[in-house]
């Protein structure tokens, strides 16, 4: 897979991308992830890259001219299954779009900040806008860290079996069940007798019920 990612603030993605499994990822081929800066897009003299808003209102808009050329650019070079833009007013991302994206062979990310972007970028280049959550961030950077770690942790090969996708929570729309490791007693605080019993079906069974009641305190939604 190789993923593009626009963006005002390249050098935000340079701490989340060098550490642990991503990291290792990208060592191994099993994906490349290159970031490119809108900026050098701008064919201004002063390298604008944002604008008032037509109508007028609050807040300065990125414009339509250096996103529109580096994507084109990008497009120019290979064909892309997503060309996905972050912002808070879309459909909130969760694991059954990760699973989609995660069998791409190329996707760009377009990341954006300030008010947002032209919405003729919207209507005529973007294919699938993400949200993270509904809350606002200052742009689309840190969304789009959260997206590229759950893309490409899906990527067959990138886990080890240890770190096995298949058990997650949300995979099969449940919370995880609690886990436990040595020692059986700390400062008292046991460890349910069950998981020490060796009885596989049992523990299985008690794995279930736990996530079920987790999933209906805590996250009703995800049952309905
Ligand atoms: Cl994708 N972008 C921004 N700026 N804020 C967000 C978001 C994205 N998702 C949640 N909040």
Redesign the pocket.
């Given at each position: 897979m190789r993923i593009d990612i626009l963006t005002l603030f390249p050098a935000i993605f340079n701490g989340p991308f060098s550490e642990s499994i991503i990291r290792r990822a990208v060592s191994a081929k099993h994906v490349e992830v290159y970031t490119h800066d809108i900026r050098d897009y701008s064919t201004d003299k002063h390298k604008r890259v944002d604008d008032y808003q037509f109508g007028g209102g609050a807040g300065m808009v990125m414009m339509i001219e250096p996103i529109a050329a580096a994507i084109d650019d990008l497009k120019s070079q290979r064909n892309y299954d997503h060309i996905i833009y972050?912002?808070?007013d879309?459909p909130t991302l969760n694991q059954q779009r990760v699973n989609t994206l995660s069998l791409s062979e190329n996707i760009m990310i377009l990341?954006?900040?300030y008010k947002g972007i032209d919405q003729r970028i919207r209507d005529h280049y973007i294919t699938d806008e993400?949200?993270?959550?509904?809350?606002?961030?200052?742009?689309?950077e840190l969304?789009?860290c959260v997206l590229v770690d759950a893309v490409v942790r899906l990527i067959p090969g990138v886990l080890n079996d240890e770190e096995s996708a298949l058990t997650d929570s949300f995979q099969d729309n449940l919370l995880s069940p609690p886990i436990y490791t040595r020692p059986k007693d700390f400062n008292g605080w046991g460890v349910p007798e069950i998981l020490l019993s060796g009885h596989q079906a049992k523990i299985e069974e008690w794995r279930m019920q736990k996530a079920v009641e987790l999933t209906k305190r805590l996250r009703p939604d995800l049952l309905k």
């Open positions: 972050m912002t808070p879309a990341c954006g900040h993400i949200s993270i959550g509904d809350y606002v961030l200052t742009g689309g969304a789009a």
